[in-house]
DNA sequence: TAGAATTCCTAGTATCTTACTAGGAATTGA
DNA sequence: TCAATTCCTAGTAAGATACTAGGAATTCTA
């Protein structure tokens, strides 16, 4: 999710290595590309090759819901296995009838309601990191 | 969750051997047992040893809320170790202007709202298992 | 008073997930 | 040509979860 926002707060300015969000964000540059992997699978970003290539978001912060990133890197939503968003059913024995089941999609709602309605835009509007200041072009 | 919503039901009928909980929802017993040393040491629910002993809930089903359950089970809320209910501050180095910090908290705050608002007699309304009506004594 | 039914306590374990590391192949711009 | 980058796959260390196992303490009842 640092990564996204660090991409977000970039997305004027073209692509951006992964090296340099790895440097500002304290994340090794390996499992960032495995994660990158993940969300251009999704359509949520896309890369250039070769020297000077890079990453970028494909749409404006503003128009990116966390909710998408995190089903892009993690799947459908889910605190229990039994009650994804789309419904991985016959994975417990207890579903029928099961009387915790209403609590489980209250806050599986509750929930999506939240990512699905705050952007990348949104948390952009945080104070930036040190790290991330430090590593900018220029310092 | 389930075990509790099964003493919530028998809160009127006095104490209830975890041997009938586990029969009724499918939990074996020692790990049923564990479980119920948190909900005791949290004060949720009350024991009874020896032969025709068991637990019961300490205060009627309306007035427990699944967060205070969840809490006693697994402690402070918290979707991310660096920002739970209590704070386990200096967990992440990233913490000082954490750009995603902003979604944690909405995520948490939102998830305790549902939580801290529904009780267990909320959810005593939703149908018993099967299970748990053949386990029922006169089966 | 014996014995059965229960809670209480501690230690160990199998499986899974997460957050990585490692190593190399393919691509592209200078 | 070469350096910088993305791309791909496999392996791994640590921790959490959901248990199992075994026994000690307590209490009611026959």
């Avoid at 495995?34 to 970003?45: E, F, I, Y």
């Amino acid at each position: 999710m640092r990564a996204m926002i660090s991409l977000a707060r970039s997305y004027d300015g073209g692509s951006v290595a992964l090296s340099d969000v790895a440097r500002a964000e304290g994340i090794s540059l390996g499992y960032l590309e495995q994660l990158a992997a993940s969300l251009r699978k999704a359509g949520l970003v896309s890369s250039q090759r070769g020297s000077h290539g890079g990453y970028r978001l494909v749409s404006a912060p503003a128009k990116v819901t966390v909710g998408e990133v995190l089903r892009a890197l993690e799947g459908p939503l889910s605190l229990v296995e039994c009650l994804s968003e789309t419904g991985r059913s016959g994975s417990c024995q207890h579903e029928t009838g099961c009387p915790s089941r209403v609590l489980w999609e209250r806050m599986r709602d509750s929930l999506a309601q939240v990512l699905d309605s705050t952007t990348l835009a949104d948390l952009c509007h945080q104070p930036e990191s040190q790290a991330a200041i430090a590593a900018r072009p220029g310092h």
